[in-house]
């Protein structure tokens, strides 16, 4: 990798902060490969997308491609869904124990639950795995009131979450957005009112939401749903190197804003 230029400094993996959440929809191994040689450092986990684990042929020698990079592997959050309404949350368990996965993801996406079963289940993960919680609908026709979202950001972090995913689905065009893909301001607003973004990760698939954040929280914001294609483009926005970002951490001092833009820059 060139290094003659400065640029922004980024925490070393395992970081805390500036997380890129992978989205995998069904690579093969030589494609996760050909990925982790050119992209590796800047993956910090890899969501085998929904179901797409279930039916990956291969998948414990997929994931100890992965594990061997050293990058995490969960399944999608749907997957844990559909295990609990069928009644086979154990077997989840056991099937995530025998793949040697350290991580989970917890949603509730398509499912309708109360939040205290929701922080229930967080506990009993939370025993074994770390634990990525997920709020917000997948359901484009369902807008979560921004005041429950903190309600049941703040009550998922208490039972043990490690961070909380704000939804957006591989559209990018629910939960955080409006069905046009752009911010739901008030949303975010009344969000990080409340909880530091160091224990969020915000779902971000499109390029101008990616955009949108860097330029919103600066280099280390955590970003979710993003798609293999997309690493190594969304390390040169954090990184500066790209004209979308170049003159905000490179040109000048990046400070944060006061006030939240939307996405065409009108306030």
């Given at each position: 990798m060139l290094d003659f230029l400065q640029v922004v400094k980024r925490e070393p993996k395992p970081r805390q902060t500036g997380y890129s959440h992978v989205l995998d929809k069904g690579l093969g191994i030589r494609q996760v490969q050909d990925?982790?040689?050119?992209?590796?450092?800047?993956?910090?986990?890899?969501?085998?997308?929904?179901?797409?684990?279930?039916?990956?042929?291969?998948?414990?020698?997929?994931?100890?491609?992965?594990?061997?990079?050293?990058?995490?592997?969960?399944?999608?959050?749907?997957?844990?869904?559909l295990a609990i309404a069928q009644g086979k949350f154990d077997d989840y368990r056991r099937t995530v124990k025998r793949l040697n996965l350290s991580h989970v993801e917890f949603s509730t996406g398509v499912l309708d639950m109360e939040i205290e079963k929701k922080a229930e289940f967080i506990r009993q993960l939370a025993e074994d795995f770390i634990v990525l919680a997920e709020v917000g609908s997948k359901d484009e026709n369902v807008a979560v009131e921004p005041f429950r979202w903190v309600e049941e950001i703040k009550i998922l972090l208490q039972a043990g979450a490690w961070k909380v995913i704000a939804e957006a689905r591989e559209?990018?065009?629910?939960?955080?957005?409006?069905?046009?893909?752009?911010?739901?301001?008030?949303?975010?607003?009344?969000?990080i009112s409340a909880i530091d973004p160091e224990y969020l990760i915000f779902e971000a698939p499109q390029k101008r939401q990616q955009v949108w954040?860097?330029?919103?929280?600066?280099?280390?914001?955590?970003?979710?749903?993003?798609?293999?294609?997309?690493?190594?483009?969304?390390?040169?926005?954090?990184l500066g190197l790209r004209g979308d970002t170049m003159p905000d951490f490179q040109l000048k001092v990046w400070k944060p804003r006061s006030i939240i833009k939307d996405m065409s820059g009108n306030r």
């Open positions: 990925l982790l040689e050119t992209a590796g450092e800047f993956i910090d986990i890899i969501k085998l997308g929904w179901g797409t684990g279930y039916v990956t042929n291969n998948l414990a020698d997929k994931v100890a491609v992965y594990q061997k990079a050293g990058i995490p592997v969960c399944f999608g959050g749907t997957l844990l869904e559209s990018g065009t629910v939960g955080l957005y409006h069905q046009t893909g752009e911010v739901r301001l008030g949303l975010i607003e009344e969000i954040f860097l330029k919103q929280f600066g280099p280390s914001v955590n970003l979710g749903n993003i798609a293999t294609d997309d690493v190594i483009p969304l390390e040169t926005l954090r």
